[in-house]
């Protein structure tokens, strides 16, 4: 059996239950896009804070940009880089309004053109707001497959998603990529994974290229 079987199937098994969690796909999609924004650099804790601050005052792009830029700041203070996500929020309000009637698109490089949108950005909220299937590369779908060996650790974020793209079907691009992320954080943890202490703790430390050579930086 192939690696991204063996891979597929404990994910499927594991996280499966994930994979018709419509409350994930249903976000209002601005609120994703900007709360993917406000993600970047930050804790996950933090990035929840602001976003449940920022959007008990706030809906929509027009609402954005009828408060001052120091209120902006204010309610997004927990998350970091907070004056420059402000700056960024209220230039994708305004394009939003301008040149989509509000609303977000649902292209690719469309959204790419949006500031402060980059690659996994424009995957998240193509595959969660629009149930488009892609694998959004985070720290975690960029770090496991490099030190299982699915992919070479030189390669960049799109040469991953492509190669991760190509070896999982379609229809489970959603739940690997579910997969990839509650993985990270339960197992495959970004300093000592948990094979270290035990490689019972990981069912990939068999064919894990980071477990039998013991180089875990990516």
């Known amino acids: 059996m192939s690696k991204a079987k063996i891979i597929l199937n404990y994910i499927e098994k594991r996280y499966g239950r994930y994979i018709d969690n419509s409350t994930l796909r249903n976000k209002k999609i601005f609120e994703l896009l900007i709360g993917t924004i406000l993600s970047q650099r930050t804790r996950d804790e933090n990035t929840d804070k602001a976003v449940s601050r920022l959007f008990s005052v706030v809906k929509t792009p ?6 001052s830029l120091s209120k902006l700041q204010n309610l997004i203070k927990p998350t970091g880089f907070y004056k420059q996500k402000a700056r960024r ?10 040149k989509y009637k509000g609303k977000v698109p649902n292209d690719r490089k469309e959204l790419m053109k949006l500031p402060g949108v980059g690659y996994k950005t424009a995957d998240i909220v193509l595959m ?3 149930g488009i299937p892609r694998i959004a590369i985070d720290t975690h779908c960029n770090r496991i497959p490099k030190r299982i060996g699915l992919v070479d650790r030189e390669a ?3 040469e991953v998603r492509k190669k991760l793209e190509s070896l999982f079907p379609k229809n489970k691009w959603y739940l690997i990529n579910l997969g990839f992320v509650n993985f990270g954080k339960e197992i495959c943890k970004p300093v000592n994974p948990l094979c270290i202490k035990d490689s019972r703790n990981c069912p990939f430390s068999s064919f894990c290229k980071a477990y039998k050579t013991r180089k875990f930086k990516v």
């Open 156 to 158: 960049n974020v799109e």
């Open 62 to 67: 027009k609402q954005v940009l009828k408060l």
């Open 128 to 130: 969660y707001g629009f």
């Open 89 to 98: 929020i209220k230039q994708i309000s305004k394009i939003l309004l301008e």
